[in-house]
C-alpha cells in the first residue's frame, strides 16, 4: 500500500534532488530530501566542534574554539552558535538554489534535519529563547527575489519550538556585494552599516538568530551587534550550513554571502 502510494504521488508531485534536480521518489524526498548520491555526500557537522561557532574543530586545533573564533572573540556580540552542515558538496548546490531559484522546499529538509539531531535539539529547547530572529534582507531583495531563505528558517524553528518570531528588530539598510567577490578586508567594510536596530529599549534576554549560511561570521556579527544595540542581552545563532574561511588558504570549503 505504501509503495502505491509513494508512486502515486512520485507522478502527481515529482519531487526533485535540491541539489542536482534529479525526479527522486516521494518517500526518498521524505526521508532524506536529496538523491541517493547527492544525501551521501552531504556532511552533517559531528564530532568535536567550536564551543563558540559550532564549527567543526580541524586535526591541528587541540583547544574548543577554532582559528577564526581565538582571533575574533573578543571582537563578538553573539555568545554561541550551531549549524546543521558543513557547506560543501551537494549543499552548496542546495543552498545556492534556495537562495536563487526558489528551491523553498529546503525548509523543510533544514527543520526535519532539525528534528533529527537530538544534541541540537536539546541545545535549542534547553535555552529558552524568548524570539527567533531572521537575519534580515534588504527590502528591494526581497521584492525582486519574492522571499528571504532567513525568514523561512525562523518560520519553522518558531513554529516547531514555539517561540515567538521577531522581524522586526533589525533591518538591512544596504544592499552589500555578494561577498565571494570580496577579499577579507572589503568584506568587513562590505557589512559596516548594512544592518541597523529598527527600535530600542527592547526586553528580550536571550535570543536565536537565523541566518542559511555562516562563512566569515561577517554578516552574524553585524547582526547581532544590531540587537545588542537594540537591547537584546544574549544573541545565539543557528545556521543551516557552515563554511570555514582559512586565512592561509583562503577559502577551505567555500564562501558565499548572499
Ligand atoms: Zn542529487
Ligand atoms: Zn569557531
Given amino acids: 500500500m505504501y509503495k502505491v502510494l509513494d508512486a502515486i504521488l512520485t507522478v502527481i508531485f515529482p519531487p526533485r534532488c535540491p541539489s ?3 525526479i527522486i521518489s516521494y518517500r526518498q524526498f521524505q526521508t532524506r530530501g536529496f538523491c541517493e548520491e547527492c544525501a551521501t555526500k552531504i556532511t552533517p557537522v559531528r564530532g568535536r566542534i567550536c564551543d563558540i561557532c559550532g564549527a567543526p574543530l580541524r586535526g591541528n586545533e587541540d583547544g574548543v574554539l577554532c582559528g577564526n573564533c581565538v582571533r575574533r572573540r573578543n571582537n563578538i556580540h553573539y555568545l554561541q552558535g550551531r549549524a546543521l552542515f558543513e557547506y560543501s558538496g551537494p549543499m552548496k548546490q542546495a543552498m545556492y538554489r534556495f537562495k536563487a531559484s526558489h528551491r523553498t522546499g529546503l525548509r523543510k529538509f533544514f527543520i526535519k534535519s532539525v528534528r533529527k539531531n537530538r544534541n541540537l535539539y ?12 531572521p537575519v534580515p534582507m534588504f527590502h528591494d531583495k526581497v521584492r525582486r527575489r519574492g522571499y528571504n531563505q532567513a525568514l523561512l528558517l525562523a518560520r519553522e524553528i518558531s513554529r516547531e519550538f514555539d517561540i515567538p518570531l521577531r522581524d522586526d528588530l533589525v533591518e538591512r539598510i544596504e544592499d552589500t556585494k555578494p561577498m ?14 548594512a544592518f541597523k536596530n529598527r527600535t530600542i529599549g527592547v526586553k528580550l534576554n536571550r535570543i536565536l538568530l537565523i541566518d542559511d549560511i555562516f562563512t566569515t561570521g561577517g ?3 553585524e547582526v547581532s551587534h544590531a540587537l545588542v544595540d537594540a537591547g537584546v542581552k544574549q544573541v545565539y545563532f543557528l545556521v543551516m550550513c557552515i563554511g570555514r574561511t582559512d586565512k592561509k588558504r583562503g577559502t577551505s570549503y567555500g564562501c558565499t554571502d548572499m
Fill in 20 to 22: 542536482c534536480e534529479d
Fill in 122 to 133: 536539546r541545545w535549542i529547547s534547553r535555552h529558552n529563547f524568548d524570539a527567533v530572529v
Fill in 219 to 221: 554578516t552574524i556579527e
Fill in 180 to 193: 565571494k567577490e570580496l577579499t577579507e578586508a572589503e568584506r568587513k567594510n562590505n557589512l559596516k552599516n
